[in-house]
């Protein structure tokens, strides 16, 4: 078998992800005749079909399954390699960075982080894309430069600790709750509430504290991530368990009230960055890892909470 063309692995990886030839050409931003041609080059060099049809979509072959981590580890490396510089100078580049982060990771860190690069990098740009899609593979560092996500979900890479957060439950101002003298975690299930959701089979910090009480909450609404969960709240009998920075941030602007959980009733989430190993010692890469670091340091101090004076507890043993 020849060597494959190294210029043909942008549009196998291409083709492998997207599974057409049309969308292929678009994304490459090549004619339809000229991807075609590059289809027909891989097949004939794999000897396999790669795509075969399925109704009116295309699937992988096994093969062309067993291809997509190496294609993805191959072009990484290759990007890697033609980024290798003596050095980085952050004042004078004009380089892109891609972070995957939530929006709740996303909503915190955008600010501080536009303030460093305005100072050190101002021809610098770091653009923030959502998580959706990533599973937290070695090839997903193909498509980005780092992944900020939370802690025990066994994201793959090198990794470093940014932040931590608490939960808080958030609240109309007027919601019946908050109308008792004495709150318990019990008390929450009398309240409709409203969760986030990270897709199938993902329990946040939120879910476990109520899982682990054996307590079920009566869930009314349910939205994708936690940003949009205390506006959600506003104006309504729902409540929501959300991280205390947002609840904050979302304080400056929302008619809503935070309630917190008292020491040893409170979950915490911890959050981290994620880089392929092999950006470990690359400078820029180290550059924009300070950068994030830099930028979650300030954020307790961004983000402070007006919190309720009641707050919700462990009910008490009975003896």
């Not at 040893?264 to 550059?287: C, F, I, N, R």
């Amino acid at each position: 078998m020849k060597n494959l063309d190294l210029n043909l692995l942008p549009q196998l990886q291409v083709l492998l992800e997207l599974r057409n030839i049309s969308r292929a050409a678009e994304r490459l931003q090549l004619s339809q005749p000229a991807t075609s041609a590059a289809m027909a080059r891989l097949r004939r060099h794999f000897d396999d079909e790669l795509l075969v049809r399925n109704g009116r979509t295309y699937d992988l072959t096994p093969f062309a399954q067993s291809l997509v981590p190496l294609v993805d580890e191959a072009v990484l490396h290759i990007q890697r390699a033609t980024r290798v510089r003596s050095g980085f100078d952050p004042a004078t580049s004009e380089r892109e960075f891609v972070i995957a982060a939530s929006d709740y990771a996303a909503a915190l860190m955008v600010g501080p982080l536009r303030q460093i690069l305005r100072e050190e990098a101002p021809g610098v740009s770091v653009d923030f894309m959502p998580t959706s899609g990533f599973q937290g593979q070695m090839a997903d560092y193909s498509k980005i430069d780092l992944l900020v996500g939370p802690t025990g979900y066994q994201l793959q890479g090198a990794s470093k600790q940014i932040f931590r957060d608490g939960f808080v439950i958030v609240a109309s101002d007027g919601n019946p709750l908050l109308e008792k003298p004495v709150l318990t975690v019990e008390d929450l299930t009398t309240v409709p509430h409203a969760v986030g959701y990270f897709g199938e089979g993902i329990s946040t910090p939120a879910d476990k504290l109520f899982v682990s009480r054996g307590i079920q909450r009566r869930v009314a609404a349910v939205v994708a991530g936690f940003l949009s969960l205390p506006l959600l709240v506003e104006g309504t009998d729902l409540v929501a368990m959300v991280p205390r920075m947002l609840a904050a941030r979302a304080q400056r602007g929302a008619d809503i009230v935070v309630l917190e959980f008292s020491e040893g009733t409170e979950a915490s989430l911890v959050e981290a960055m994620y880089w392929h190993p092999s950006q470990t010692e690359d400078p820029a890469s180290l550059w924009l890892r300070s950068v994030v670091q830099r930028a979650c340091a300030r954020l307790q101090e961004l983000f402070p909470v007006t919190a309720h004076p009641v707050t919700i507890h462990a009910p008490a043993v009975q003896g």
